[in-house]
Every structure is written in structure tokens, then in C-alpha cells.
């Protein structure tokens, strides 16, 4: 079976027949290309990113939970070969773009990264692609917004906007949710923090959210959860006292 991404390699060969001997080498390069006009396409651009965003989200959702399932503590965000294939054949039929492949992964991490326990790692990874991409189209003179469309723009706004407020949850909590005796936690409070910290230089993040910035953001959470920590402290203190004295 051809991959869907191709094949470009080399390959040794050798006559069958002993009494010749002959052999050699012959290099090999196959790719899957999809060459539809835009007035021929049955599926609009719009309908082939829908489709190609529940194809990924299936398949997150549903190699995520194996993985826990199977006793792993956070997902890795490979998907397997397969699922990896139909999604890049997918996307080369319906003329999707790397960036719109970037938006889309981010958008399935944003969504999924809590209920399936995704690695920060990995959600490391997919903002920096997200941010790569978006750059590489704007090297070339083209404005990424106008690329990708407002529909996908506001989708990945709200993504973009979910995680910064379920980050700023977290953190407020830190203290439960990563103790610091805790190496594991603290590892993974590490990537969120690199996690966010890429989420402010992200350029489409200071255009239409700004006013804040990653130590602003850090601090802001900081704050509730020393605010929160004292006022845990001084109940706990007051109920102590008051049980005292009955």
C-alpha cells in the first residue's frame, strides 16, 4: 500500500538469474496529489475543515481513553499510523493547507486536553506548530486571517481564549493541583507555564487579546491562589479555635 505522505527511496536490486550477477540501485519517488479546482470541488473549504476537525476529534477522544485505560498517566498526542494517514489524505483531497491542519490540531487540544488527559508536552508542541505555521504564512506576504477565513478565526479564538481561562483556573489553584513534594506535578506545571508563555508571543494573541502578557497572567493567578491559600488558612484557624472553646 502506498503511504498517504508517498514514498521517496532507494532501493538495492540484484538479478534473479546466479550466472549474470547484476545488480544495482534504483531511487524511488511517489506522492499522492490531489489537483481539484476550486469550481469542481464538491466540498467547500468550510465543510472539509468541519470534517476534518470530528475525524481528529474522534480519534483523539478515542485513543486518548485506551491509553488511560491501559494505565498511562497523560496521553502522548501520537495518533496511530492509521488514523494519521486518513487524516493527511483528508486534508491533501480537500486542498487543506499545513496552517489549517495547525489551527485545526489546536483547536481538538484546546477541547480535549483536560477530559483526556493530553500531555503538556504535547500541547507544548501544537501551540509552537500552531505559531510556526501561522509565521511562515506571513513571511510569504499573505495575511494568515484572510488564509484560513473569519470562521476558522473565531473558532481558534475560542479555543485560544478557553485555555488561557482554564490555565488561569489552574493556576489559581497550584497548590492542590501540582504540590510542590510532588516531582511529576511540578514537571507538569513546568510545560504549562512554557505552554502559556508561548501562548503570549503568539502574535494573532497580542492583536486580538491584549492587554495582559505571560508574567501579568502568572501573577494575576498567583495572587488568587495566595488570596485563597489565606483565606483557607484563617478558616481553618477560626474553626480550630471555635472548637476549642466549646
Known amino acids: 500500500d502506498l503511504p498517504s505522505e508517498g514514498i521517496d527511496h532507494s532501493f538495492h536490486i540484484m538479478s534473479k538469474r546466479q550466472q549474470e550477477r547484476r545488480k544495482g540501485e534504483v531511487h524511488i519517488k511517489v506522492q499522492l496529489i490531489a489537483e481539484q479546482k ?18 481528529q476529534k474522534f480519534f483523539v477522544a478515542v485513543e486518548a481513553q485506551e491509553f488511560i485505560k491501559r494505565g498511562g498517566a497523560s496521553w502522548h498526542g501520537q495518533l496511530t499510523s492509521p488514523a494519521v494517514q486518513l ?17 485545526c490540531d489546536w483547536i481538538v487540544v484546546a477541547e480535549y486536553h ?3 488527559g493530553v500531555d503538556y508536552k504535547y500541547v507544548l508542541f501544537t501551540v509552537e506548530r500552531l505559531q510556526r505555521q ?21 473558532l481558534l479564538l475560542n479555543a485560544l481564549r478557553g ?7 489552574v493556576l489559581a489553584k497550584f497548590r492542590v493541583v501540582f504540590p510542590p513534594d510532588n516531582k511529576p506535578a511540578r514537571a507538569r ?4 507555564l512554557k505552554c502559556l508563555e508561548q501562548f503570549y508571543e503568539f502574535d494573532l494573541i497580542q492583536q486580538k487579546l491584549p492587554g495582559q502578557n505571560f508574567e501579568m497572567f502568572v501573577s494575576s493567578a498567583v495572587k488568587v491562589s495566595v488570596h485563597a491559600y489565606a483565606k483557607f488558612i ?13
Open 38 to 55: 476550486e469550481q469542481r470541488r464538491s466540498v467547500s473549504a468550510e465543510d472539509a475543515f468541519t470534517e476534518f476537525m470530528k475525524l
Open 87 to 103: 487524516l493527511h489524505q483528508h486534508a491533501m483531497q480537500n486542498g487543506m493547507t499545513e496552517l489549517d491542519e495547525a489551527v
Open 114 to 116: 483536560e477530559k483526556c
Open 134 to 154: 501561522w509565521s511562515e504564512v506571513r513571511t510569504k506576504g499573505v495575511d494568515p486571517e484572510k488564509q484560513i477565513g473569519q470562521g476558522k478565526v473565531q
Open 163 to 169: 485555555f488561557r481561562d482554564w490555565s488561569f483556573g
Open 189 to 192: 506545571m513546568a510545560f504549562l
Open 234 to 246: 484563617h478558616n481553618l484557624i477560626t474553626e480550630s479555635y471555635a472548637a476549642i472553646n466549646i
